[in-house]
């Protein structure tokens, strides 16, 4: 039975530039819309529904954080991109969650583009796009659906922890984009316990028969997740060497440190393709062994009866005369003769170290 795919392209085959179209399966998920606003003073925390009801805050003068969950929802896409002044192809690319993470510059605003990786349940690695644009006074995320890593955002401004309450909204998408990243150590510190167990079982000599499958799925996440990754240095690089108005020359420096951490991240994941190379081979050598020993087993049998056989086949062919047949202590001889070959033939592979 073949296997059912997602044909998240053909939706967007012969659409006109611009066309907003969620290539996504969360259909199903409603709208919901949290805004955060906030100045060193004072913070407002709300919940919306609708996307008009938080367009008053572009108004305001101090910071404003919306997260937008839902991307089936396009028609809201597409009013706040029309509020915001957004560009039709940036709001198409929202909605494309299958978009290579990017930056995208343009006059008063940024849009970037990253991926956020974490597990689910079956401790299949997911990965979900968050798109960000960063405006004069706002940053505004899309996700596909609740739930993502920016928990530890939420409780900095709630608690004005850090610095995050006194800076501007250049530093605020650095957070954002600082907890993305801080999450990928989390998910390659699984990928090297994963790792380390494979190793384990397979120089243990626990080669369990689904252990090839679990190898290529590991093999398979390490790709999905350079995938994620590797493109994220150039976003961080782009805004460091671009001089945009709306980036504090402060903030950069706080950019860089998210560059070395991807570095970083991106260094363990090379080196874990190495490995799952090498744990490929060690598997496949280890199945080789398992399968030279069996080999051996039986060819030390097969050497050990051939002799026998051969006195068997002998003294078993129907000819009228074999002298040693008619002796009277023929048969106790002959058995003599196989015990004494069995026994030296052991001892000899014993000496050898055959055995």
Same mark, same amino acid.
């Given at each position: 039975?073949?296997?059912?795919?997602?044909k998240k392209y053909q939706k967007k085959i012969g659409q006109i530039p611009g066309t907003v179209i969620?290539?996504?399966?969360?259909?199903?998920?409603?709208?919901?819309?949290?805004?955060?606003?906030?100045?060193?003073?004072?913070?407002?925390?709300?919940?919306?529904?609708?996307?008009?009801?938080?367009?008053?805050?572009?108004?305001?003068?101090?910071?404003?954080?919306?997260?937008?969950?839902?991307?089936?929802?396009? $028609?809201?896409?597409?009013?706040?991109?029309?509020?915001?002044? @957004?560009?039709?192809?940036?709001?198409?690319?929202?909605?494309?969650?299958?978009?290579? +993470?990017?930056?995208?510059?343009?006059?008063?605003?940024?849009?970037?583009?990253?991926?956020?990786?974490?597990?689910?349940?079956?401790?299949?690695?997911?990965?979900?796009?968050?798109?960000?644009?960063?405006?004069?006074?706002?940053?505004?995320?899309?996700?596909?659906?609740?739930?993502?890593? /920016?928990?530890?955002?939420?409780?900095?401004?709630?608690?004005?922890?850090?610095?995050?309450?006194?800076?501007?909204?250049?530093?605020?998408?650095?957070?954002?984009?600082?907890?993305?990243?801080?999450?990928?150590?989390?998910?390659?510190?699984?990928?090297?316990?994963?790792?380390?167990? /494979?190793?384990?079982?397979?120089?243990?000599?626990?080669?369990?028969?689904?252990? $090839?499958?679990?190898?290529?799925?590991?093999?398979?996440?390490?790709?999905?997740?350079?995938?994620? @990754?590797?493109?994220?240095?150039?976003?961080?690089?782009?805004?460091?060497?671009?001089?945009? +108005?709306?980036?504090?020359?402060?903030?950069?420096?706080y950019y860089r440190d998210i560059y070395d951490h991807l570095i970083q991240v991106v260094e363990n994941?090379?080196?874990?393709?190495?490995?799952?190379?090498?744990?490929?081979?060690?598997?496949?050598?280890?199945?080789?062994?398992?399968?030279?020993?069996?080999?051996?087993?039986?060819?030390?049998?097969?050497?050990? /009866?051939? +002799?026998?056989?051969?006195?068997?086949?002998?003294?078993?062919? $129907?000819?009228?005369? @074999?002298?040693?047949?008619?002796?009277?202590?023929?048969?106790?001889?002959?058995?003599?003769?196989?015990?004494?070959?069995?026994?030296?033939?052991?001892?000899?592979?014993?000496?050898?170290?055959?055995?």
């Open positions: 039975m073949a296997k059912k795919r997602n969620y290539t996504g399966e969360k259909s199903t998920r409603e709208l919901f819309i949290e805004v955060f606003n906030y100045d060193n003073d004072n913070y407002i925390e709300k919940d919306f529904s609708n996307v008009e009801e938080c367009f008053d805050f572009r108004q305001l003068d101090t910071v404003t954080w919306i997260n937008l969950n839902g991307l089936n929802h396009v $028609n809201q896409i597409e009013k706040i991109g029309k509020h915001f002044n @957004i560009h039709p192809l940036v709001l198409e690319d929202i909605a494309n969650i299958s978009q290579r +993470p990017k930056i995208d510059i343009y006059d008063d605003y940024l849009f970037v583009v990253v991926k956020m990786l974490y597990y689910d349940a079956n401790e299949n690695i997911i990965s979900e796009q968050v798109s960000l644009i960063l405006g004069e006074n706002y940053v505004l995320t899309f996700q596909e659906a609740e739930g993502d890593v /920016f928990d530890s955002v939420r409780g900095r401004i709630r608690l004005a922890q850090g610095r995050i309450r006194t800076q501007n909204a250049d530093y605020l998408l650095y957070v954002l984009m600082d907890a993305v990243v801080d999450h990928y150590f989390s998910i390659i510190e699984i990928l090297s316990d994963k790792i380390e167990d /494979f190793e384990t079982d397979i120089f243990s000599g626990n080669v369990r028969d689904h252990l $090839n499958k679990d190898i290529q799925d590991l093999k398979r996440e390490i790709l999905k997740v350079r995938r994620a @990754i590797f493109p994220l240095r150039e976003v961080i690089s782009r805004i460091e060497k671009h001089e945009s +108005p709306l980036i504090n020359r402060k903030t950069i420096t994941i090379d080196i874990y393709r190495e490995m799952i190379w090498s744990l490929m081979d060690m598997y496949m050598t280890s199945i080789s062994n398992k399968m030279n020993e069996v080999m051996k087993v039986l060819t030390i049998m097969a050497s050990i /009866f051939i +002799p026998l056989t051969f006195i068997a086949g002998i003294y078993g062919m $129907n000819f009228d005369y @074999i002298p040693e047949l008619h002796y009277k202590y023929s048969y106790f001889i002959l058995w003599g003769v196989m015990v004494v070959l069995f026994i030296a033939m052991l001892l000899f592979f014993k000496r050898k170290k055959w055995l």
